[in-house]
């Protein structure tokens, strides 16, 4: 294989967990030209990606003629194409790019047939209800080529560190505590008040607390709760301002990280500090944090009060019903999760007390 395309078309934390794929990929063919292509505004977490020679960004939603231009760019380029997402449009770019392919085929769906008609290799996905990460499903995708097994440690690749601000760098203190408040979606929100009770936690034991998030206004509307607990340096509200290059080099500096289930979890389970994910109907098995290190190959199991991977501590809500897979208790995307409310923030202190005094995070 000279040239390969890795298609990952779906959210940024998605994007971040075919790393691996790419990965083994390039370990199998160290000398091809290896290419992602995914949505706009989706790849950031790929940029400086060693394994990685090219990325293509294309637009979400596809004009007629952005299309005709991408199917042109694409056809027949690749010796193998890697389909990671198995939705339509995925499966198609797949088709016109490259000779041979390997995709992921949903176990049920009216279109599965045609897809599985286009591949050269199929791996079934049972989608977020199964047992199987979604990094060993991607690693799947080259099993027809592989020598020998999966490999011991599937490694999740952060982007690299990029140099933090002057003026922000000035105010970091030893055993700063990086807090991540926003979700995008109303189901995967810890409540505030919850977050704001945690944050004066932390701050009464005297560590400094790091706000991230992006420059949106609903992440923006997250952290304002959380501003008037301390003033600055000892709390800091770094949203908006760091790219996921700055946030990797932050993450090295910090000594624990806690979020809930998002992409800049995976990541800073990926930059190996102490992570504590707070999960609520996601299923962890297909979802958790890739833990870094040796202790990769751990399986979460689908419901436990707290799980413990390597560098990832996973809290759940102790509800029969937990994890659904659902999107909250009313499935839909502004729906409220019981399960969520059931974290107390008493019990995330307690973990992360226990995390900020073991000798590894000091």
Known sequence: MKRILVIATRQIGDVLLTTPLVRAARQRWPQAHIEVLGFAGTLGMLRGNPDI?????????LRWDSLRALLRQLWRRYDLALVTQPGDRAHILGWVAARQRSGIVPAGGSSNWWKAL???HAVHSAG????????????????????????????????AAAPLPADLLAQLLPGAVVLHVPSMWDYKQWPLGHYRELAAGLLAQGRQVLLTGSASARDKACIAPLLDLAAAPQLLDLSGRLDFSQLTALLGRAALYIGPDTS???LAAAAGLPVIAIFGPTNPQRWAPWPAGPAAQALFERSALQQVR???????GGISCVPCSLAGCEDHLHSRSDCLLAITPQRVLERALQLLAAPASL
């Open 118 to 120: 286009l591949l050269d």
């Open 264 to 266: 800049v979890s995976h």
């Open 53 to 61: 020679d090219k990325l293509i960004e294309s637009p979400a939603r």
């Open 128 to 159: 977020d209800r199964g047992g199987v990460h979604a990094v060993a499903e991607k690693l799947e995708l080259l099993a027809p080529w592989r020598t020998a097994g999966p490999g011991a440690h599937a490694q999740v690749v952060p982007p």
């Open 310 to 316: 390597g560098n990832v501590t996973l809290l759940q």
